[in-house]
């Protein structure tokens, strides 16, 4: 049983979404410490003039804990965020079919970081049609740090093989007590496919919802058709 692990992320990207795609069950990490200047509460869109960044303002103090992070809702960020994604998106296919989740998912006022991460992650997944089980480390309550801690997330939910970036292998894991436990680890030599894209020339990595605005239903099939480099 291939397991993927990922922290919440805000509007995901297709790495994110094709571990999902590719595993038979995704343990979101909801409770580790909050990284300042990942992707947890940030991402990518395609405007027209390329690639550009979308951040929620959070309140979030050193080693704090992800679940303990709230937004901060003095910036209005809701609405330029909306209206971003509007201006990028308003022409393309399947912007009226998504438009009315994106309208009301930034009309409410969020307080915590993982409700709106975890409304948006419901969402995709249920657009692209993913059945992939998910599972919540918070709910979990498996002990440990670091790959102790994977290791055992991953053994709790059936699991004997893992699912991750290259990235992770070279900064963090200890691959020998994944090897100890009998967990296999698969590498994610993953190149995102070139798809339709608004405004030019095509510009790789961003969010979800650039794949999902321009090709609707067929998301899934271009997430799946990504290279292995």
């Avoid at 979404?17 to 990284?35: G, H, S, T």
């Avoid at 951040?55 to 103090?61: D, I, N, R, S, Y």
């Avoid at 290791?151 to 963090?172: E, H, K, P, Q, W």
């Avoid at 090897?179 to 296999?184: R, T």
Wanted: hydrophobic share 40%.
């Amino acid at each position: 049983m291939l397991v993927a692990i990922h922290q919440l992320h805000y509007l995901p990207w297709l790495r994110y979404v094709e571990k999902i795609a590719r595993a038979d069950v995704f343990i979101v990490l909801d409770d580790i410490q909050y990284n300042k200047g990942g992707w947890q509460n940030r991402n990518k869109i395609k405007a027209a003039d390329g690639p550009l960044l979308l951040t929620v303002p959070v309140l979030a103090k050193d080693q704090q804990r992800l679940d303990e992070v709230r937004i901060n809702n003095t910036i209005d960020w809701r609405r330029k965020h909306f209206r971003s994604i509007e201006q990028a998106y308003r022409s393309s296919p399947y912007w009226a079919e998504h438009a009315p989740f994106l309208a009301a998912t930034y009309d409410h006022e969020w307080t915590a970081l993982n409700d709106l991460n975890k409304h948006m992650l419901n969402y995709f997944m249920n657009a692209l049609g993913l059945r992939t089980p998910v599972r919540y480390s918070s709910e979990l309550e498996v002990p440990g740090i670091a790959t102790e801690r994977l290791s055992s997330l991953i053994r709790a939910v059936g699991g004997d093989a893992y699912y991750t970036g290259t990235y992770a292998v070279d900064s963090y894991l200890d691959m020998g007590l994944f090897e100890n436990n009998g967990i296999q680890v698969l590498l994610q030599h993953w190149t995102p496919p070139i798809h339709p894209q608004l405004h030019g020339d095509f510009a790789p990595d961003l969010s979800i919802l650039d794949v999902l605005l321009n090709c609707g239903p067929t998301t899934l099939d271009v997430i799946r058709t990504g290279g292995q480099s």
